[in-house]
């Protein structure tokens, strides 16, 4: 696994930030996040500078029948180990404040670690769902994946206790002696358990589109945080966000897909120039949203709202 990354703030970044705090002051702001704001957690990225190739599993194969399952499943238990382990950073720490402090009335995030509510994030929308939670496909019965954990030690005590593992994004591990792995089935029905996310070649359930759409509405400006917007499913928020013309900022190491819709883009580490963002709009004191725009629901979480 590669460890945290740290990135020097360049002059040019510093600029941008400048510009960037100059265009989100004063503004109800929306946060959307990808992989980026989480490796410094110890979460691997797809498609960061360093990231190596990977391929992970499509919905249609996970589908395709036990073999495949037996695999996914596997390494998904021996990824959990770090996944399970990983803990709030910076980053994650200072989107939370922005919210406190009234700057940002939402996050929308593509992650799947529930790292946003453990930093205090309190309107999250798991878009991708959540890897802490496991789905049944058959009946929808929804279990935690901390019992599941315990079932599948059960059923296959001491698997890959003696290897170092490598763990991949989302949780899966890259380890290939899956053989003889026993897999779990659904305590209430039998059938087939997939952890509640949403898999490369699935979409995500049309309701929840429409719920981030109304926050982009909602939004003033957009901040982008750690996210190559490669995949559609982040992507069409910035592009909504730049058809109503309000300003959507990017923090990102590395290209976006939608740079060429930013109106500043600031190229750095997210813990750092996050909290500094942070700190700057805070010094501003400019309090953007008020209880009214907040899209909470009775447990805090946008999610929640019908
Ligand atoms: N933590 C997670 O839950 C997790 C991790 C990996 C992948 N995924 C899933 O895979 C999909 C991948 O899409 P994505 O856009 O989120 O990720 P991505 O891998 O496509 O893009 C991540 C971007 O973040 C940048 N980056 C990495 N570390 C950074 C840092 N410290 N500071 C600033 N930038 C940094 C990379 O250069 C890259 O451009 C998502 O849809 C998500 O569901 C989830
Ligand atoms: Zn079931």
Same mark, same amino acid.
């Given at each position: ?53 990977? #391929? ?43 919210? #406190? ?12 670690? $529930? ?29 935690? %994946?901390?019992?599941?954990?315990? %079932? ?5 005590? $001491? ?22 792995? *026993? ?7 039998? $059938? ?64 976006? *897909? ?20 942070? +700190?700057?709009?805070?010094?501003? +004191? ?12 009775? #447990? +805090? ?6």
């Amino acid at each position: 696994m590669r460890g945290p990354t740290t990135t020097a703030v360049t002059l040019d970044s510093v600029a941008n930030l400048t510009d960037a705090v100059r265009v989100l002051r004063g503004r109800r702001i929306l946060v959307l996040t990808g992989a980026g704001v989480s490796t410094d957690s110890g979460i691997p990225d797809y498609r960061g500078p360093d990231s190596p190739p990977r #391929t992970p599993m499509m919905y249609a194969e996970f589908r395709s029948g036990e073999p495949a399952r037996q695999r996914y499943w596997a390494r998904s238990h021996l990824g959990w180990r770090t996944l399970g382990r990983a803990t709030p950073n910076d980053g994650h720490r200072a989107i939370a404040a922005l919210e #406190t402090d009234g700057h940002a009335f939402a996050v929308i995030t593509q992650n799947v670690d $529930g790292l946003h509510q453990r930093a205090g994030s309190r309107s999250v929308v798991d878009l991708h769902g959540r890897i802490s939670d496991v789905r049944c496909l058959d009946c929808g019965d929804l279990s935690s %994946r901390r019992d599941l954990r315990a %079932r599948l030690d059960a059923l296959n005590p $001491g698997f890959g206790t003696d290897v170092e593992i490598e763990t991949a994004p989302d949780g899966d591990a890259v380890f290939e002696a899956v053989h003889g792995f *026993r897999i779990a089935d659904c305590r209430a029905c039998g $059938g087939v358990l997939k952890p509640d996310v949403v898999f490369f070649g699935e979409n995500v359930p049309k309701p929840k589109v429409e719920r981030c759409y109304t926050l982009v509405e909602a939004a003033d400006a957009v901040l982008v945080a750690g996210s190559s917007l490669t995949v559609l499913s982040g992507f069409r928020f910035a592009r909504h966000a730049a058809s109503r013309s309000i300003p959507v900022v990017i923090v990102n190491r590395g290209p976006t *897909r939608a740079d060429d819709l930013a109106t500043v883009r600031v190229d750095a580490g997210c813990s750092q120039t996050l909290s500094r963002l942070a +700190g700057a709009l805070r010094e501003t +004191g400019a309090h953007a949203t008020g209880p009214g725009v907040r899209m909470a629901g009775p #447990t +805090g979480a946008v999610d929640a709202v019908g």
